[in-house]
C-alpha cells in the first residue's frame, strides 16, 4: 500500500523522521548488544533493516522539501532532512557499533558469506574504515564534525535554489520569436501587458532557444547563471574547505582521492584518462562546429547566450526541425504511452495506472510495474512533472520505499521522478519538446533501474550502486528518443492524430549530430569544475576555476556569474560528476548491442534486465558490463557516435 500524501502536515513530516530514529535506535542497540556473540542475523540484517527504515522515513518526511505546495511542509520537510541526515552520518562514529561488525567479521560465518553479503560487509566495513576508526579519537571527532556541517550546508544549498525566484518581466514584443504556444503558458508580469519569464526550464530554454532579442538572452542568462548566488556561494566555498581538510585528516592528496574510493574510477587519473582519449578529437570537431554557428551569427562575436539561439536557428532553416512544430507531435501522455511500449516490449513489462492515489498534488499521477510474463507486480512510481513554486527545480528520481526481502515476503520499491517539462495551458496540453522527451526518458531509466533492481539486500537495491555508473541505464534510454522507428511508433499530433511526417523524423534524427561535440565539452566542462574545486590545495580561486572550465565548452566566459552556486550536484556527486560523461561512454557501449541484435530486440532486453538492471548494485559495475556485452568495454561506440577517433 502506498502511503497517503493527502494527510502530510508539517507534523506528520517531523513524526516520520523521529519515529524512524527512534525505531533506528532499538536495531543499534540490537546489533551492539550482538557482540559477544555476533551473527548475519543479529548484527547485519539489522543494519540492513535499519537503512530501508531511513529510505522509507525519506520518502514520508524530507522528501516533501522538494514537493509539497505547502511552504510550512516544506520548512518542515527540510528541518526533518537535516535531522535525518545527521543522525545517519553520525551512525559510522559509534565506536560501539563499529565494534560489533568487526566481531562479526572475524567470525567464520563471515567468511563463509555469499556474494551479496560478503559485499554488503566489506562496504559497511569500508564505511566505517573511512569515518576514522583507524584515527585517533581527537581525529575521528574532528571528521565527524565537519561531516555533520557538510549535512548542514548541502541542505541549505538545495533549499535555496528550490526557493530561488528571478526572471524577466517582458513585453510582447520583447519576446519575439517565441510561439503562441510558449507566450501562452508564461505568467503575467508585474507590469500590465508584459509577461513573466522565469528562471524554470519550461520559461528559460524555449527563451534561450528562439527569442531573437540578443541583449535579453544575455541578461536573461546572467540571472540564470547567478540563480541563488549570494547565499550559496559563501556555503559552497564552506564545503569545498571542509572536504579537503576531511581529505587532509585521511592523509589523501585531495578530496577527490578521498571520495572516489567509493566509486567505478576509483581515483582522479581514471578520469584524467578518460578525457585524455575524448577531448582532442571533441575539441577538434567542436571548431568546426563553431565555425558554422559564427556563421549563422554573421559574426566571429560568439558568445555563450547565442548557443541555444543559433543551434535552434540552424536545425530550422537546414534541417526544417522548428521546436514547436515537433513538439505539436510529442503530446506528454503519448510519450507516456510510447514509452512504456517500446520498454514493456523490450524488457517484459506492464504498465496500469495506480487505483488508489493519494499524492501530494493533484498534477501527481502513479503507475505500478508488473512483469508482462506472470503478472507479478515488481515496483511503483510516481510521476509529478509540471513545475509551481518552492519545487524541486530540475529533473530527477527519488528513491520512496527500497526494494529488499523481508521476513517471509519481498518489499516492493516505489520511486518518484521529479521534473519541470512544459505544462499545459488553456488552450493546449503538455506539448514536449523533443530534449524534454529526452530528459522524460533519462529520468525513466533511472525509474526502471530502481524498480528492477532485484537484491536481497535494500544497501544494493535499485540504482544503489557506484556514483559513475548509475547513469548508464539512464544514458540507454535516450537512444530511443532518437530512433527513427521508434519515434514513428508514438509520435502523433496532439489535434489531428496524425503522425509525425517521415521527412520530420528524418530530418530531425539527421540534425542529432549538429553541434554535439560542443554539448560533450560542455558536460567535459563541468567535470573538470567539479574535480578542480575539489583537487589538491587547501586554497582555491573559485572565480578562477570557473572561468578556465567554463571555456572548455568553446564560448566565452560570461562575466559576473557563478554558476556553481546553483550547481546542486555539487553536493552528492562532489568529485562525482565526471560521472555523466563516463557513464555516457558505457551506456553508448551497452547499446551498442542492442544496435547490433535489434533496438527494440526483446532478447537484447531479457538479457539487459537480467545481467544489468536486476543486480542492483550488488556486483561490480565492470563485471555486469562484462557479462551483458561478452567482452571488455570499450569507448568505441561513444568515439564513433561523436564522430572522432581516438587519442
Known amino acids: 500500500m502506498l502511503h497517503d500524501y493527502t494527510t502530510t502536515t508539517p507534523e506528520s513530516v517531523t513524526a516520520a523522521v523521529a519515529d524512524a530514529i527512534v525505531a533506528g535506535e532499538e536495531l543499534v542497540a540490537g546489533i551492539v548488544a550482538s557482540s559477544p556473540a555476533p551473527t548475519w542475523d543479529r548484527t547485519m540484517a539489522p543494519l540492513d533493516r535499519l537503512g530501508a527504515r531511513m529510505v522509507d522515513a525519506y520518502g514520508k518526511g524530507p522528501f516533501m522539501a522538494r514537493a509539497h505546495p505547502d511552504r510550512a511542509v516544506r520548512e518542515a520537510a527540510q528541518a526533518a532532512e537535516e535531522t535525518l541526515s ?9 565506536r560501539d557499533l563499529y565494534e560489533a561488525i568487526e566481531a562479526f ?4 560465518e563471515a567468511a563463509a558469506l555469499g556474494d551479496e553479503r560478503r559485499r554488503f560487509l566489506e562496504f559497511t566495513r569500508r564505511d566505517f574504515r573511512r569515518a576514522g576508526h583507524g584515527l585517533s579519537a581527537e581525529a575521528r571527532g574532528e571528521v565527524q564534525r565537519h561531516r555533520t556541517r557538510l549535512v548542514e550546508l548541502e541542505v541549505a544549498f538545495s533549499r535555496n535554489i528550490d526557493e530561488f525566484e528571478d526572471g524577466l518581466d ?3 514584443d520583447q519576446l519575439a520569436g517565441l510561439p503562441d504556444d510558449a507566450l501562452a503558458r508564461l505568467a503575467a508580469g508585474k507590469e500590465p501587458g508584459t509577461y513573466r519569464v522565469s528562471l524554470d526550464y519550461p520559461d528559460y530554454y524555449p527563451f534561450m532557444d528562439q527569442a531573437h532579442d540578443r541583449e535579453l538572452r544575455r541578461a536573461l542568462q546572467f540571472k540564470f547563471f547567478n540563480k541563488a548566488v549570494d547565499i550559496n556561494r559563501p556555503l559552497l566555498a564552506e564545503a569545498i574547505r571542509l572536504r579537503q581538510r576531511i581529505a587532509e585528516i585521511f592523509g589523501a592528496a585531495s578530496w577527490a582521492h578521498y571520495a572516489m574510493e567509493l566509486k567505478m574510477a576509483k581515483e582522479p587519473a581514471a578520469v584524467e584518462r578518460l578525457y585524455a582519449g575524448i577531448v582532442p578529437g571533441l575539441t577538434a570537431k567542436a571548431r568546426e562546429e563553431l565555425a558554422d554557428l559564427a556563421a549563422a551569427l554573421g559574426s566571429d562575436d560568439l558568445e555563450p547566450w547565442d548557443h541555444r539561439y543559433l543551434h535552434t536557428k540552424i536545425r530550422r532553416e537546414r534541417f526544417g526541425v522548428d521546436p514547436s512544430q515537433v513538439a505539436a507531435y510529442f503530446p506528454l501522455q503519448q510519450v507516456l504511452d510510447g514509452m512504456f511500449a517500446i520498454t514493456g516490449e523490450v524488457l517484459g513489462l506492464e504498465y496500469r495506472k495506480h487505483p488508489e492515489l493519494a499524492a501530494w498534488h493533484p498534477d501527481v499521477v502513479a503507475y505500478d510495474i508488473l512483469d508482462a510474463g506472470d503478472g507479478a507486480m515488481l515496483a511503483t512510481f510516481y510521476m509529478d512533472l509540471f513545475p509551481r513554486e518552492g519545487k524541486f527545480g530540475h529533473a530527477a528520481a527519488f528513491d520512496l520505499r527500497s526494494a529488499r526481502a523481508e521476513g517471509e515476503g519481498y518489499v516492493l ?3 518518484a521522478i521529479l521534473a519541470n517539462l512544459t505544462k499545459p ?10 530534449d524534454e522527451v529526452v530528459t522524460l526518458f533519462h529520468e525513466f531509466g533511472h525509474v526502471l533501474h530502481n524498480s528492477l533492481g532485484h537484491t536481497q539486500l535494500a544497501r544494493f537495491a535499485g540504482y544503489n550502486t557506484e556514483w559513475d555508473f548509475v547513469e548508464a541505464p539512464s544514458q540507454i534510454m535516450e537512444h530511443w528518443c532518437w530512433n527513427a522507428d521508434v519515434l514513428r511508433r508514438f509520435a502523433r499530433h496532439h489535434q489531428t492524430g496524425a503522425p509525425i511526417p517521415d521527412d520530420l523524423v528524418e530530418q530531425l534524427v539527421a540534425a542529432r549530430d549538429l553541434h554535439i561535440a560542443l554539448a560533450m565539452l560542455r558536460q567535459v566542462s563541468f567535470g573538470a569544475l567539479d574535480m578542480a574545486f575539489h583537487g589538491p590545495g587547501a586554497e582555491k580561486d573559485l572565480d578562477a576555476i570557473t572561468k578556465t572550465t567554463s571555456e572548455i565548452a568553446g564560448f566565452p566566459f560570461q562575466e559576473g556569474t557563478f554558476y556553481p552556486a546553483s550547481f546542486g550536484h555539487l553536493f552528492g556527486y562532489d568529485a562525482g560528476y565526471y560521472g555523466y560523461l563516463w557513464a555516457k561512454v ?5 547499446f551498442s548491442r542492442f544496435q547490433a541484435e535489434g533496438v527494440v530486440s526483446p532478447t537484447v532486453g531479457a538479457d539487459y534486465r537480467s545481467k544489468v538492471l536486476a ?3 550488488s556486483r561490480d559495475p565492470m563485471d555486469l558490463l562484462r557479462d551483458f556485452l561478452g567482452r571488455e568495454p570499450s569507448q568505441e561506440a561513444f568515439l564513433k557516435l561523436m564522430g572522432i577517433a581516438a587519442s
Open 586 to 590: 558505457y551506456g553508448d557501449d551497452m
Open 413 to 415: 520499491p516505489v520511486t
Open 105 to 108: 567479521a572475524a567470525t567464520p
Open 425 to 434: 495551458s488553456a488552450t493546449a496540453p503538455s506539448l514536449l519538446r523533443h
Open 615 to 617: 543486480p542492483g548494485g
Open 86 to 94: 545527521k543522525w545517519q552520518s553520525d551512525l559510522v562514529f559509534r
Open 170 to 172: 517582458l513585453t510582447k
